[in-house]
């Protein structure tokens, strides 16, 4: 399985952004999917939204309410739809996949992931 994220770039305060990550060659065997960020300057990556595999979602506080995590199994894709971004939601955005059982917390943890991209950037300017 491999993981293709896109849709990173450069956007104003207040502005969107849709993030897309396709997973190939398909997601068949994907049970639960997340987006990390990783800030400049930090080591540790940030979990950011999760989807489980009865559709159940998970946000980080600092992003409820402004981002959206969606699943298209028919397109092998899983979104990120990001709104009113601040310059604090800048950073290399990955996508994520676990295979097997995992529930909704387990999202939180790095470890729960089989499957990991290589990152799009984002960038939001003040």
């Known amino acids: 399985v491999q993981l293709q994220a896109s849709g990173g770039g450069l956007v104003q305060t207040g502005g969107s952004l849709r993030l897309s990550c396709l997973i190939s060659?398909?997601?068949?065997?994907?049970?639960?999917l997340g987006w990390y960020r990783q800030a400049p300057g930090k080591e540790e990556r940030e979990m950011v939204a999760?989807?489980?595999?009865?559709?159940?979602?998970t946000y980080a506080e600092s992003v409820k309410g402004r981002f959206t995590i969606t699943r298209d199994r028919a397109k092998n894709t899983v979104y990120l739809q990001m709104n009113s971004l601040q310059p604090e939601d800048t950073a290399v955005y990955f996508c994520?996949?676990?295979?097997?059982?995992?529930?909704?917390?387990?999202?939180?943890?790095?470890?729960?992931?089989?499957?990991w991209g290589p990152g799009t950037l984002v960038t939001v300017s003040s």
């Open positions: 060659p398909n997601d068949f065997y994907i049970t639960a």
């Open positions: 994520a996949a676990a295979k097997g059982r995992i529930i909704i917390s387990s999202l939180w943890a790095i470890a729960s992931y089989d499957y």
């Open positions: 999760g989807i489980g595999t009865g559709g159940a979602t």
